[in-house]
């Protein structure tokens, strides 16, 4: 199988190349030419399977020029015993006879992006090797916050890589901070932005699409690669716990084989329910799939009108994750919705980048609204969901997850539809520990308690153990002190790096 770019300037490119690259050099994103299809027996057999046998089971589809003996390594080596603080890895968690939660949120920095991050690392050191790549490979991040540690956890102290992270430097929670100023591992940097998450993005993507640092990189035996979610690499690990989750109702009885479900995902860069829309695509049965903004309701508007317009108010909120107004991922979903038409995304990405916005019409919004729904959380009614469903459940939501069911609440409401539905979870409750405190004890019990008295509060009232990879975090010694200006992004690698 071979893969493409969304730009239409690039074909015939291995998984192996598409990880290693990152970005398409047309400026698209990689994706699969051809579609990949399940039986539904193929399908059902997962009901058998522990998560690690379905990874390699839906890996080894995209991923057909490694060999299962690599596949299984590297799942073993994202997955296996100790990496997550859960052996099931994505255990899925009956709220009622309707909802469900898919917990994506047991691996070492708590969010969901551990499930892609874990294993993206280990792919990509294959990927090299067979490429036969000498160059060392700088990994540059620019994050929201959880993307930031979860790749540095995932590329601390591999061989042949070096991890850069830009973060905005007021666009991160305390914890979200603290986690990567005090990244451990002799690879490892993250400098503070004076910007928002945009910004930061965007100067990422001009350090990528740099000529001329780029020949400065190849001389000095360095080149770059990708770890946000447009690598390949991070995507296709994120469709196998859509396949898991389906698997787990079936094997509980919850659900028949071939009943339709639904999917509810708190959104940001539409990686997440991009992969979901592969997985549908393949042949799991999705009938709906949720799409859930909060203030930056740039995709509700999107999904429900055809127009994509990010000339509007960046809002910083409490669901800071999904704080996004361009939504890298939906150039592949515009892809796979035109037939692969290049041309057309080349278009569309076009007038986003001149004019801010772009509109689809025809098949492509009529595919559009035949899939998804969409709609967005304030942030009362984030903070109101977080302590109803506590009230209710005695289950702990974070400020994203919380988004997922009210905008779900939202669905059942407007439609009437019964189909079960399970709601993605992309956050521990203790990673955005304030915002939980104050929804479950109100604004006095919080106030003037930093972030590390909150998580223990919230351990003790709750009855539960604060994550490993948040515990002691206050304690830690900071090792990461650089700032830079959104234009100074570029300094900063070259000095790192120490570029002649
Ligand atoms: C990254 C993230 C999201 C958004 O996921 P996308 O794939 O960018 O749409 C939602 N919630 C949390 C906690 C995240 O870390």
């Given amino acids: 199988m071979y893969y ?52 390699v089971f839906i890996l080894r ?41 898919l917990e994506l949120w047991h691996g070492p920095t708590c969010a969901f992006k551990d499930v892609a991050l874990q294993i993206l690392p280990r792919l990509l050191v294959k990927a090299n090797r067979k490429t036969r790549e000498n160059a060392e490979t700088v990994i540059l991040v620019a994050t929201s916050g959880d993307t930031g540690k979860a790749a540095l956890e995932g590329f601390k102290d591999v061989e042949g890589t070096r991890i850069i992270v830009f973060f905005p430097e007021k666009g991160v929670s305390q914890v979200q901070k603290m986690q990567m100023v005090t990244q451990e591992g002799r690879n490892v940097y993250s400098v503070a932005v004076r910007g928002n998450f945009d910004d930061t993005q965007n100067g990422v993507k001009a350090i990528f699409s740099d000529k001329e640092l780029a020949g400065r990189m190849l001389e000095n035996g360095y080149k770059f690669s990708s770890a946000n979610s447009i690598n390949w690499g991070r995507l296709v690990p994120q469709i196998v716990y859509y396949f898991s989750a389906y698997a787990d109702l079936l094997a509980a009885g919850e659900i028949k084989a071939g009943e339709a479900i639904n999917f509810t995902v708190p959104t940001g860069n539409f990686g997440n329910i991009l992969a979901a829309w592969y997985a549908r695509d393949m042949g799991l049965p999705i009938n709906k ?68 916005k772009y509109m689809v019409f025809g098949e492509v919004k009529r595919k559009l609204s035949e899939m998804y729904w969409a709609a967005y959380t304030t942030e ?9 469903v506590y009230e209710d459940y005695e289950y702990l939501l974070d400020t994203h997850t919380a988004v997922g069911v009210d905008v779900y609440d939202k669905y059942v409401i407007s439609t009437g539809d019964m189909t079960k539905t399970v709601i993605v979870s992309t956050a521990s409750p203790f990673k955005f520990n304030e915002s939980v ?19 223990d509060l919230l351990a003790e009232q709750c009855g539960l153990d604060i994550p490993a990879g948040l515990d002691g975090l206050s304690d830690k010694a900071v090792l990461h002190e650089s700032i830079c200006s959104r234009d100074g992004m570029k300094e900063q690698v070259i000095r790192i790096l120490g570029l002649k």
């Fill in 380 to 388: 009362h009614e984030t903070l109101e969901t977080i302590r109803d």
């Fill in 4 to 55: 493409e770019s969304t730009r239409g300037g690039i074909r015939n490119i291995t998984s192996a190349e598409a990880i290693k690259r990152g970005l398409a050099p047309d400026g698209g994103l990689f994706v699969p030419e051809t579609a990949v299809k399940l039986t539904p027996e193929e399908i059902y057999s997962l009901a058998d399977m522990d998560y690690r046998e379905r990874a």
């Fill in 437 to 455: 405190a104050r929804a479950i004890f109100g604004d006095e019990t919080v106030a003037g308690k930093n972030e590390f008295q909150l998580l």
């Fill in 61 to 101: 589809r995209f991923l057909d020029d490694y060999t299962d003996e690599e596949l299984a390594e590297c799942v073993i080596g994202a997955y296996g015993s100790g990496k997550f603080d859960e052996d099931r890895v994505a255990p899925v968690v009956k709220l009622n006879d309707n909802a469900y939660i």
């Fill in 289 to 356: 799939l949720i799409c859930a903004s909060n203030d930056n309701n740039v995709l509700t508007e999107f999904i429900n009108t055809g127009l994509y317009n990010r000339e509007r108010e960046f809002r910083k909120t409490i669901s800071p994750s999904m704080d996004i107004l361009i939504s890298s991922n939906l150039e592949r979903l515009l892809f796979e919705l035109t037939e692969h038409d290049g041309e057309q995304v080349l278009d569309w990405m076009t007038e986003l980048k001149n004019e801010g």
